[in-house]
Structure formats: structure tokens, C-alpha cells
């Protein structure tokens, strides 16, 4: 009997995943978002994409997500005019 443990697959692969598979990949993350009644915009599902083809590192992926949710927000912010 093999008593070893498997390891486990990491969160992202490594770069060259096939275009289809981060199609697949990104349109079952945006189905379950809907699910929860969340929208995942283009220029955030097109942030995925550059990170599951290994075109920029998680480290990089989160700093960027960041500057995007920022920005959106303080769009979001100045067009209903709130001062706080």
C-alpha cells in the first residue's frame, strides 16, 4: 500500500496554460461571482487573464488589483459627489 501524500495542485498553474483552458477558467470565476451577485468587469476578468498566462507574477497580479479596486472606487466616489 503507498502511504505517500499527494501534493497539491498549486492555485495557478505554471505560464503557458492554453487560451481556451483561461477562457474556461475565467468564465467559471465570473459564473460564480454572478452567482453571488457580483459582476466581474472586462478590465478586471483581462487582469486574470495576464496572471494565469504567467505574464505577471501573484505579487504583481494583487498590487495591480489593487490600483484597479482603488481607482474604481474613487471614480465611483467622485461621480455621486461624497465628500467623506
Known sequence: M???TSTPRPLVPPAGRPDEEIDRAIAAA???AA???TVVEPDEQALGRRRLRGEISHPEFLRLAR???VAKATAMHERRGDDA
Open 2 to 4: 503507498d502511504h505517500r
Open 30 to 32: 465570473v459564473a460564480n
Open 67 to 69: 490600483e484597479l479596486a
Open 35 to 37: 452567482f453571488d451577485g
